[in-house]
């Protein structure tokens, strides 16, 4: 991973650049949560990647020193009502959105993981695959990732049965077996396929 993407925009006059990625999109339950993260063009990150091809301990170590050695960071989260009620590409520019609103200082331009931000009066440019492109969407990926996660432990306090630290709210047939047996919890997306509805649950 390296800074080529931040180098391009600092050439062109930008200096607070934020990446920004999000997770959560695919779950059967949960928010989606995005994060944005300016770093520190002296940073040394050399373990920074998409979170996706880290461990869980070693994201959690990303996430410190991430967020110790970054200028500015922040997050933004659309629920699962959110996610119902918009779609979940809509749902995912909020939290984006939100993320970006959320840091202590507005940034010059932003990188994002292939979603462009219409309502945002931003410079920004949209990399396919950017978590894996681009040092500070990876960065953002992690700090995510991380977020979400310890969300989804909180949750399972409550929905033990649903084993949410476990899976996370993703499909995986355990989750898919509980959700047969026991329904929809209120953090379920009853928009996605897999998910019954309360209604038609309660009727079996």
Known sequence: MNWIHEDSLRRKGYRRIAGLD????????????AAAVILDRSSRLPGVR????????????????????CVAYGFGVADA?????????????QAMTGAV?????PPDVLLIDAVGLPGLDLPQRSLVHGDRR????????????????????????FYPEYRFARNKGYGTEEHRR???????????RLTFGGVPSPRSWEGT
């Open 81 to 93: 009502e959110t996610v119902d009620r918009i779609n979940v590409l809509e749902a995912t520019r």
């Open 178 to 188: 509980t959700l047969l047996f026991l329904g929809p919890t209120p953090l379920h």
């Open 50 to 69: 998409d979170s996706k091809l880290l461990t869980e301990s070693g994201r959690n170590r990303q996430f410190g020193e991430i967020a110790l050695g």
């Open 134 to 157: 681009c040092l500070s969407i990876a960065a953002a990926s992690v700090l995510a990732k991380v977020f979400r996660d310890e969300m989804m432990k909180d949750f399972d306090r």
């Open 22 to 33: 999000e997770v959560g999109r695919g779950s059967l339950a949960g928010p989606v949560v």
């Open 101 to 105: 609103c959320s840091l202590p200082d």
